[in-house]
């Protein structure tokens, strides 16, 4: 009987992206390091031409520094072992992806989002049982692919589940969740878990309670808004997340953060939330929580402040060169402004 010899002539045009990497690695990474991880096993699969810190930034339309820094970000997770000569990089090597949390991205440490902060996770049995026969929950999943505009991960799954299952939210309220911070701009997994653990925490169960509080926080959004003077905008998530800080880490009455708003545009001639933050972190710091506390505070500080001496009577000052000019005369407001914002700026 004579052997039969099975060729493949087809050329290899799909690169395999191991589930490891999507389910526990991709949703905390910076999108553009997923993309140059992603590029880098496309050419290892099919190997092609000279390959560069210049040839990838130029991929990327980025610099080689940005190159480096999500190669050292996949070193950081254990994906990636790098080869370096001196300060030239000369190899780069694929590691085995093991089921772990990956290492925090450096925005998620300053912000204190550490990845112990999670909540517990569901068991991959519970989330079968869960799924199956159970049409509501398939339909919740099914809103959710279509709110977020992607097919759900194992590991999105499991998160939309644990508020059902562990947390005990009603499929209504889980799906204004997700449909609520679409409409803020957001689609990440991430977010949408942060803001549902805290409306747990805020003991909210219902839809109505949701829309209530959420429709709160939007009008003192706005109300800060107009103190800066900006109107007929939605505020970006820089400033909303610089608005929660106030009202919710340091607990100020719109009162106090307007007045903040007010000595803001009164000192820079502009809305700056930076400047509003200076403001603000050092009325938290001085422990002031109304405003006749930073009045007083205020009063203190001008007392604080030393007059100068007046010249002793009964001797006649000598005219010399050193005192036989014009005095200037300096506005101390305006040096103050300067110090503080040379200090943001540092």
Request: net charge positive; aromatic share 10%.
């Amino acid at each position: 009987m004579s052997s039969i010899f099975i060729q493949n002539s087809r050329a290899l045009t799909a690169t395999t992206v191991p589930d490891l990497f999507i389910d526990h690695y991709m949703p905390q990474a910076n999108g553009e390091f997923v993309k140059i991880y992603l590029y880098l096993l496309r050419r290892f699969h099919q190997p092609e031409g000279e390959l560069s810190l210049s040839s990838l930034a130029d991929v990327f339309s980025c610099t080689e520094k940005d190159i480096m820094r999500a190669l050292r970000y996949w070193e950081k997770c254990g994906l990636l072992r790098l080869s370096l000569e001196g300060h030239t990089l000369t190899g780069i090597e694929f590691l085995p992806i093991k089921e772990s949390s990956p290492s925090p991205r450096p925005e998620e440490k300053a912000a204190g989002q550490e990845n112990s902060s999670r909540p517990p996770r569901l068991s991959a049995s519970r989330v079968q049982e869960l799924q199956k026969d159970n049409a509501d929950i398939r339909q919740l999943l099914f809103l959710a692919e279509q709110y977020l505009g992607r097919t759900l991960s194992s590991t999105d799954v499991n998160r939309i589940l644990y508020f059902y299952d562990a947390l005990h939210f009603p499929m209504d309220l889980i799906e204004y969740l997700i449909e609520y911070c679409v409409s803020k701009g957001s689609t990440s997994l991430h977010y949408i878990e942060k803001v549902g653990l805290q409306w747990h925490q805020d003991g909210i169960s219902s839809v109505a309670q949701a829309k209530s509080r959420t429709n709160t926080w939007n009008k003192n959004y706005f109300s800060i808004l107009k103190a800066f003077g900006i109107r007929g905008r939605n505020p970006v998530p820089m400033e909303v997340s610089y608005m929660d800080r106030w009202l919710k880490e340091y607990g100020f009455t719109m009162e106090l953060i307007t007045e903040a708003c007010s000595r803001t545009v009164t000192q820079t001639g502009q809305p700056s939330f930076q400047y509003a933050e200076g403001i603000l972190s050092s009325w938290k710091k001085s422990k002031v929580s109304t405003l006749e506390e930073v009045k007083r505070l205020d009063a203190r500080h001008r007392s604080s402040q030393k007059p100068l001496a007046p010249a002793k009577s009964g001797r006649t000052q000598t005219a010399s060169r050193f005192n036989n000019f014009h005095q200037r005369e300096y506005d101390y407001g305006q040096l103050e402004k300067q110090l503080f914002e040379k200090q943001l700026a540092d």
